[in-house]
């Protein structure tokens, strides 16, 4: 079935990095759009990135550009996020998500989702 | 505070039906048809409701509908049952400088 599964969460002390991945089943990976969008605890949903279905194109929330990078490897049908220089403030569950548009611009919505792994940002 | 205002709480009895607003600006909502939905059930991940305003994604039940007016967005849920109760959030391309903007989430009780 269409599965995401994120892993590499943990706690890590600001200002250290941590890099988060997504594995993609049940799905031709690279015909889609791919997501991070994170939850800090008891709040509500944050878009953090998004990579074009080729890696041709990508974005970033004002609040982590310049210290997190989205990449994928399509031949191992993951997705990443390089989380550089963390603050207390980026203290969230991260989900990666599908867009559901095929092999064209991204519609900005997220179809398929992962179950989320939990970044801690604690000295 | 979000981009994107919701109230923070609706509630219905089962059987009636509820509309949760989104309002954004001319900048967000106002100005692309990729508005979109999202269904959250407590210490569950999101779940894909209604995008691009009205599409309902397969398998989720036709009594969620999605609509837009100028830069207010709609949800409406009819025929209220006990497993809609939950956090419901919209959604809304922004432009090419901040792409994307969440509304703060709106809970819904079913009396």
């Known amino acids: 079935q269409v599965q995401l599964v994120e892993s590499g969460g943990g706690v890590v002390q600001p200002g250290r990095s941590l890099r988060l991945s997504c594995a993609a089943s049940g799905f031709t990976f690279s015909s889609y759009g791919m997501h991070w969008v994170r939850q800090a605890p008891g709040k509500g949903l944050e878009w953090v990135a998004v990579?074009?279905?080729?890696?041709?194109?990508?974005y970033y929330a004002d609040s982590v550009k310049g210290r997190f990078t989205i990449s994928r490897d399509n031949s191992k049908n993951t997705l990443y996020l390089q989380m550089n220089s963390l603050r207390a403030e980026d203290t969230a569950v991260y989900y990666c998500?599908?867009?559901?548009?095929?092999?064209?611009?991204?519609?900005?919505?997220?179809?398929?989702w992962g179950q989320g792994t939990m970044v801690t940002v604690s000295s | 505070q979000s981009a994107l205002t919701q109230p923070a709480s609706v509630s219905g009895s089962p059987g009636q039906s509820i509309t949760i607003s989104c309002t954004g600006t001319s900048s967000d909502v106002g100005s692309y048809n990729l508005v979109s939905w999202y269904q959250q059930h407590p210490g569950k991940a999101p779940k894909l409701m209604i995008y691009?305003?009205?599409k309902r994604p397969s398998g989720v039940s036709n009594r969620f509908s999605g609509s837009k007016s100028g830069n207010t967005a709609s949800l409406t849920i009819s025929g209220l049952q006990a497993e809609d109760e939950a956090d419901y959030y919209c959604c809304s391309y922004a432009g090419s400088s901040t792409h994307v903007v969440f509304g703060g989430g709106t809970k819904l009780t079913v009396l």
């Open positions: 990579i074009w279905y080729d890696g041709s194109n990508k």
């Open positions: 998500a599908r867009d559901p548009r095929f092999r064209v611009a991204t519609a900005y919505a997220f179809d398929i």
């Open positions: 691009e305003v009205s």
